[in-house]
């Protein structure tokens, strides 16, 4: 006898969940090389000097005193204890969406009165409820996996929330430093433009000269005194800005030291930036920085979206089941035969919810479209970066050749030109000029050895190298 057929109806339902799990089948897995432009084999500009290894990187510097301030900064900076303290919301925000996979147990005691034809009754109650839904296509465990590769990303952001910060303290403590000097110079400046003026005004007294060289002099005095100002102000406004990053209150107290002298004198030099590194090959950047690795834990997270939402238009099935005691006296709840119980199954397939679900669908599908634009973004502003800072050391040292050579000219200059200037070869314009000179060029070269040890701590940073 053959067996009977089902209905068409169910058939075709049947056919239906069917292409509508085949449809909702994970998302094939990322590759972090994906990228929409080509990655070189190799870097525009490789080190000349002789390599060292990226880890450990602020020990290069060989400065005690640095490597004490960025430990208390990593210690104390309070945005980086808030990005932490997004660390762990993130993973219990994991662990919420992944509850559901779980059965869920509840204890309801109550009491309930009631009234039936006069008569007057009391129920006590005392039953544990219990629900599962049986993810049986991955949806849950699909949110889950979301909100995993979002904390993973939130960590990631950790990372380089810490290299960053590293980073910023390590660029303030020589920019105080190079403040210093500056303002060492400035004093400097106003001191030799004082003995100009006590040079010019003897002149004057007896005669030797004009009295517009007595105020050309005084001129260029009181714009001396103005820059020396200026320098002690920038030291102060660095120094508040340490102590911020230090996650101290910022007095400006450490503006009355050295930043890299403890004995409180004022230092003579920048160190020189440490030698070469190896820089690696810019296909291992993708793997190093921690900012690329977070975006690609959010595009992850994303493509998990995505896949929670299709998977959510595919029926639900959910067992619940409830046990316990009821009884109208309290004291009869314990009595086995107050027992009750009862189990059921159900399945829930959604028909429709006004294109809720399909809105969700494509919202998904947006983020994911935006979560991998962000990453193209900033793995191409990382190589950019690299590149930048790579081809900036080499520029900068010409720079720095440049400008030191000017210093000793200028200073030989200065010097004749004091002598000239006594003997009535030259008008006082050249020689206040010949001061101004000397300063310029002493400011501008300690600016660009500050520019050395800042592009060296930028080329650190754009690698990701480990704090």
């Known amino acids: 006898m053959p067996l009977p057929r089902k209905p068409a109806s169910t058939l075709t339902l049947c056919a239906g969940l069917v292409a509508a799990a085949c449809a909702c089948q994970p998302l094939p897995p990322r590759d972090p090389q994906d990228l929409a432009f080509a990655t070189p084999p190799q870097w525009s500009e490789q080190p000349t000097a002789p390599e060292q290894s990226l880890m450990a990187w602020l020990d290069r510097f060989a400065d005690a005193q640095l490597t004490a301030l960025v430990a208390d900064g990593l210690a104390g900076n309070f945005d980086l204890q808030v990005a932490a303290a997004r660390i762990d919301a993130a993973r219990e925000q994991a662990v919420v969406a992944g509850a559901g996979r779980w059965p869920q147990a509840y204890f309801n005691p109550g009491y309930q009165r009631s009234r039936d034809l006069g008569v007057e009754s009391g129920r006590f109650a005392a039953l544990f409820n219990l629900s599962w839904e049986l993810d049986v296509w991955g949806r849950i465990k699909a949110g889950q996996q979301a909100a995993i590769s979002n904390a993973a990303a939130v960590a990631d952001d950790y990372r380089a929330a810490r290299l960053s910060l590293a980073a910023r303290i390590a660029q303030a403590y020589f920019a105080l430093a190079e403040a210093r000097l500056q303002a060492h110079v400035a004093a ?61 209150y910022p007095d400006g107290r450490i503006a009355q030291t050295a930043a890299n002298d403890p004995a409180g004198q004022t230092p003579h030099s920048l160190p020189e930036p440490p030698p070469g590194l190896a820089a690696g090959l810019p296909a291992e950047l993708m793997l190093r920085r921690p900012d690329i690795t977070a975006a690609f834990q959010r595009l992850q997270a994303a493509d998990s979206g995505l896949e929670s939402a299709e998977k959510a238009l595919l029926p639900r099935l959910t067992l619940t089941a409830a046990g316990g005691s009821a009884s109208p006296a309290l004291a009869e709840i314990v009595d086995p035969r107050a027992a009750a119980w009862n189990l059921a199954a159900g399945l829930a397939q959604p028909l429709f919810t006004g294109d809720r679900l399909q809105a969700e669908i494509r919202l ?23 590149e930048q800072a790579l081809a900036a050391e080499t520029r900068l040292r010409e720079q720095e050749q440049a400008l030191r050579e000017a210093v000793e000219q200028t200073e030989a200059s200065r010097k004749l030109a004091v002598y000239s200037y006594q003997q009535g070869l030259i008008e006082i314009l050249t020689l206040l000029d010949s001061y101004r000179s000397t300063l310029n060029a002493q400011s501008a070269h300690l600016a660009v050895r500050r520019q050395l040890l800042a592009n060296r701590i930028n080329l650190y940073l754009a690698l990701g190298g480990p704090v």
């Not at 001129?219 to 030291?235: F, K, M, P």
């Not at 998904?364 to 690299?386: K, P, S, T």
């Open 364 to 386: 998904n599908q947006a983020r994911v479209r935006e979560a991998y634009q962000q990453y193209q973004g900033v793995a191409l502003n990382a190589f950019r970066e690299v």
């Open 188 to 248: 400097q400046s106003v001191h030799d433009r004082g003995v100009i003026v006590d040079l010019v005004r003897g002149r004057f007294n007896r005669g030797l000269t004009r009295g517009l060289d007595l105020r050309l002099a005084l001129t260029d005095l009181a714009n001396a005194q103005a820059q020396l100002a200026q320098a002690e102000n920038d030291v102060q406004l660095l120094a508040r800005l340490l102590q911020t990053l230090l996650g101290r």
